[in-house]
């Protein structure tokens, strides 16, 4: 049997409102119009579809069925229209999105996941870049939106996103254990694990630290967030991390740090030309924002 949508559509209105007249004025057509598409339904299915009772209609078993299977087409036929119509928009250059290292761990995914589901019709190219060099890509007009840190100097529109503070972090039950906060210069006494030296992070912190800062032991260098997390966790050195990429249930000590520089925020940073789609995109990383780690 072929069925039209149409008449799938006003059948599943007949059934929502209990009368044809209702599923008449749902679709904007007239009752014998709609009465005869219904009856014709009917003849195609070969089984009475509706009870016409005084006050409206009820479904016959034979219609709650065909109701059910016509809303689960509908539905399937609008995410094809959705689907495929997501090829026909004229595609625009992809939004150019640059962000340190912290914001990469969480933050950044965390919006790309929501933002790129609810627009199909944009693109995002990514690039994690340390903040100096965000700026001056905004500046430039090469970047459309940053992620950047508080401490860098910019006459571009900036917005505050998210505290990035740094914290260490050790083993659950280990030497950080009812500490309310560490200076650095404490937490350099102790073998640590970190991220390797050309890590936006571990330069940031060269720069503040100075070359008269004390001389860490590094057990082991590694590339990501998550890495360094699971070594601290698991015991294996104490490690500087931004509160924000550790997980709220995870079972390690968080232990604040004392020094001034430890105390960061992060910012949105616009180009001068910034278009719908950076605005929109900047929503979707003020949400993520808004989502406990």
Not at 114 to 138: C, G, I, K, Q
Not at 149 to 171: F, H, K, Y
């Amino acid at each position: 049997m072929r069925y039209d949508l149409d008449d799938l559509r006003l059948f599943t209105n007949v059934a929502a409102e209990g009368s044809i007249t209702g599923g008449a004025r749902m679709m904007h057509l007239s009752l014998p119009s709609a009465s005869a598409r219904v009856r014709a339904l009917e003849a195609q299915a070969g089984v009475p579809l509706l009870v016409r009772e005084r006050r409206g209609v009820r479904l016959t078993p034979a219609g709650a069925t065909l109701a059910r299977h016509a809303r689960d087409v509908l539905a399937q036929t609008i995410r094809l229209d959705s689907a495929v119509a997501s090829y026909a928009v004229a595609r625009t250059a992809p939004i150019r999105l640059v962000a340190g290292g912290s914001a990469m761990h969480q933050l950044v995914p965390l919006a790309l996941a929501t933002f790129l589901r609810d627009h199909p019709e944009y693109d995002v190219n990514v690039a994690e870049r340390r903040t100096v060099r965000s700026v001056r890509l905004l500046a430039a007009g090469e970047a459309d939106l940053g992620v950047i840190l508080d401490d860098e100097p910019t006459q571009l529109r900036t917005e505050p996103l998210a505290d990035d503070s740094l914290v260490v972090i050790g083993q659950s039950g280990g030497i950080l254990s009812g500490r309310a906060s560490i200076a650095y210069a404490e937490v350099a006494e102790h073998p640590l694990v970190g991220l390797d030296r050309h890590s936006p992070l571990s330069q940031w912190m060269d720069e503040r630290l100075g070359r008269h800062a004390p001389a860490p032991r590094y057990r082991t260098l590694v590339p990501t967030l998550h890495a360094l997390i699971t070594l601290a966790t698991a015991g294996a050195g104490l490690a500087v991390v931004p509160r924000r990429a550790v997980y709220s249930n995870a079972d390690v000590d968080i232990c604040p740090l004392q020094d001034t520089w430890s105390t960061r925020e992060h910012l949105l940073c616009y180009a001068t030309e910034a278009p719908d789609s950076v605005h929109l995109l900047a929503e979707h990383l003020h949400l993520a924002a808004s989502v406990p780690s």
